[in-house]
């Protein structure tokens, strides 16, 4: 007598993982060739790429296919995985993703204790340039310094960057420590600014200062996290932009899809790429914020100049 197959219970998504939205819309901005979603993740599908035992959310699918196909209708020729943490260190999805994307996709991977040198320079020659740590304790713990010196040395010589996920209170407590740090350094989603603190605060003021250090980088993106107003994310636009126009020649921009541990509904991803012409309404800027400076900073293949 066959036993009856048993089906694993379907996984339950946590509170702050919409689903993406329905039906973004069609960007009226003509995009540069070549420009780069430089933050984004590739989620599951978890029977093929399972979720760690010990992850602090439980996200819904959103599989390589889905989003090659929204960066079709944006017109987003690259972009950049970042590996999520409810994937742990097994990079088994980045790896798939990054294997199958004809060049156009770079990744930033996690590493731990664990990560070995044989599985970091796998991870380089599949196209990973970047590692990041995570700050924010819905996450993880956040890292010692002695846990960072550890991951320095393992990807040493490799030229990745290292990309910061803090809250904005925190930037201006680690300033020293992104200083300290060999190599290119990116702070991801405008540092997760609290634009309640005004203009001038100690964030953003150390964030200024280490965009003059002429060594961190800043990621214009999520201004649906940092608004304060909703969308179009007026405040958080305004910022982001004065930043572009602060330091031109290192900022980046990702849609941050498929924005998991976000309040209320997943934003219009098209909305957020036609948001790119009030950052960065002068053309060369748009240029260096979405072709220029990623393939600078992710070490993509030389570019073109022309736009979809």
């Known amino acids: 007598m066959t036993e009856p197959a048993v089906h694993e219970p379907a996984l339950v998504p946590s509170p702050g993982c919409p689903p993406p939205h329905p039906a973004p819309r069609t960007p009226s901005l003509a995009l540069p060739r070549d420009?780069?979603?430089?933050h984004c993740h590739i989620l599951g599908p978890a029977d093929l790429f399972p979720y760690a035992p010990d992850r602090t959310f439980t996200p819904l699918d959103a599989p390589k296919?889905?989003?090659r196909a929204l960066h079709a209708h944006l017109g987003l020729d690259r972009a950049v995985v970042v590996q999520s943490s409810c994937h742990g260190y097994d990079h088994s999805v980045l790896l798939?993703?990054?294997r199958s994307g004809g060049g156009r996709l770079r990744g930033v991977a996690l590493i731990g204790e664990t990560s070995t040198r044989a599985e970091i320079e796998e991870l380089h020659r599949a196209?990973?340039?970047?590692f990041r740590l995570n700050f924010l304790p819905h996450l993880r713990t956040p890292p010692t310094r002695d846990e960072i010196d550890a991951v320095l040395e393992r990807v040493d010589g490799l030229g990745w960057a290292a990309q910061l996920h803090v809250r904005g209170e925190e930037i201006a407590v680690l300033e020293d420590l992104v200083r300290a740090l060999p190599g290119r350094v990116v702070v991801d989603h405008i540092g997760r600014v609290d634009l309640a603190a005004g203009p001038d605060s100690p964030?953003?003021?150390s964030l200024r200062a280490l965009l003059d250090s002429g060594n961190v980088w800043v990621k214009v993106s999520g201004v649906d996290r940092v608004s304060r107003q909703g969308p179009p994310y007026a405040d958080a636009v305004a910022l982001a932009a004065s930043l572009v126009a602060y330091a031109p020649e290192r900022v980046v921009w990702g849609t941050d899809y498929p924005h998991v541990n976000i309040t209320g509904d997943a934003?219009?991803?098209g909305l957020l790429v036609d948001l790119l012409e009030h950052m960065a309404p002068d053309p060369a800027h748009l240029r260096r914020l979405l072709v220029d400076n990623p393939a600078e900073l992710?070490?993509?293949?030389?570019v073109h100049q022309s736009v979809h």
């Open 35 to 38: 420009s780069c979603d430089a």
């Open 65 to 67: 296919g889905q989003l």
């Open 96 to 98: 798939d993703a990054l």
């Open 127 to 130: 196209g990973v340039r970047g």
């Open 203 to 205: 964030a953003l003021r």
């Open 267 to 269: 934003p219009d991803d």
């Open 298 to 302: 992710f070490d993509f293949p030389a």
